[in-house]
């Protein structure tokens, strides 16, 4: 009951509305355009859970724990009318994925994830806001194990979404160039990252999927958060265009979805979104195998991120 009611206030911004001082009942009911029986149980819940205050009967007040409501970026992972209310109606179909290992996802929304993002702008845009700097802060631009940046002058962000990652990668390193490839709809998005950043000059914007052919013979091809999106047979192909267009001697850096052989499993919410997988390193040195690539190197970067290094074989 109490994420769900969470959640509820969230998505009603009703930490914003006390906030700025509407703190009776029938004025945040209306505030907020919802029932002002329903929002009073609602809250009445999370004031006996030590969410907001109830200081009058009737009247609410914000404490340290309603005040986090007021973070964009909790609100994106909570909003029931965004990416958060996808992600949160998924784990209902937690038990499908447990006895089949397959998504559900279309079960619930009649599509799979990635066709309803693009069938849905909105909800695309707003898991776009979570996947970048509202969602998850600043990106770290350190993406080499060494952090040695001698001799890269072109960068691949290979589905790099609106470009947050790359635009920081070039701030910090006036002498590369970018190019940020992910589709259409996502990268139209992206302009406004790169004028923000002061690095637009040095930047090409590809629109197209990464199971396509991709730019060649650039010195890095970075994937953020992509192979653990996907199952082995489709991150095998990502991984396979990689190694063709970074042949004969670039590098194929891979942040996320990777982990020491040594640390456990953990359930993650793209496996029950789209059958993604968290893998070992051993796992993955077996799908890298298959797409023509060699793990070259794996480990910490200087900030203390997993990465892992590969070359076309």
């Not at 769900?4 to 907020?32: K, P």
């Not at 279309?106 to 700097?133: T, V, Y």
């Not at 629109?207 to 991150?235: C, H, M, R, T, V």
């Amino acid at each position: 009951m109490t994420p769900w009611c969470i959640r509820v206030v969230a998505t009603l911004h009703i930490a914003d509305h006390i906030a700025a001082g509407i703190t009776d009942i029938d004025s945040l009911a209306a505030a907020a355009s919802c029932d002002a029986d329903a929002l009073h149980s609602v809250l009445g819940h999370l004031v006996s859970k030590g969410v907001f205050e109830e200081p009058a009967p009737g009247r609410f007040a914000l404490n340290a724990l309603a005040q986090e409501l007021l973070d964009p970026a909790q609100r994106l992972g909570l909003d029931l009318e965004g990416i958060g209310g996808r992600m949160a109606y998924a784990w209902g179909t937690l038990f499908s994925y447990t006895r089949t290992g397959q998504p559900a996802y279309r079960e619930l929304f009649g599509q799979p994830f990635w066709e309803d993002l693009d069938a849905h702008p909105d909800i695309a845009a707003s898991f776009d806001a979570l996947m970048g700097p509202a969602g998850h802060g600043a990106p770290d631009p350190e993406v080499l194990i060494e952090g040695n940046w001698e001799g890269v002058r072109t960068v691949v962000d290979v589905g790099g979404g609106t470009g947050t990652l790359l635009a920081a990668i070039l701030r910090n390193h006036p002498q590369v160039h970018g190019m940020l490839v992910d589709l259409p709809k996502t990268v139209a998005r992206a302009a406004a990252t790169f004028q923000a950043a002061g690095v637009a000059d040095r930047v090409t914007i590809i629109g197209q999927s990464f199971f396509d052919p991709l730019p060649a013979e650039a010195d890095l091809y970075l994937l953020k958060s992509i192979i653990n999106d996907w199952p082995d047979g489709e991150a095998t192909a990502i991984l396979r265009r990689c190694a063709e267009a970074a042949r004969p001697n670039g590098r194929v850096v891979v942040l996320s979805g990777v982990s020491p052989d040594t640390i456990s499993r953990r359930l993650e919410i793209e496996m029950v979104l789209v059958g993604g997988k968290q893998r070992s390193l051993a796992q993955f040195q077996a799908l890298a195998a298959a797409a023509g690539l060699t793990v070259e190197s794996a480990g910490p970067s200087p900030s203390g991120r997993y990465v892992v290094e590969c070359r076309p074989t």
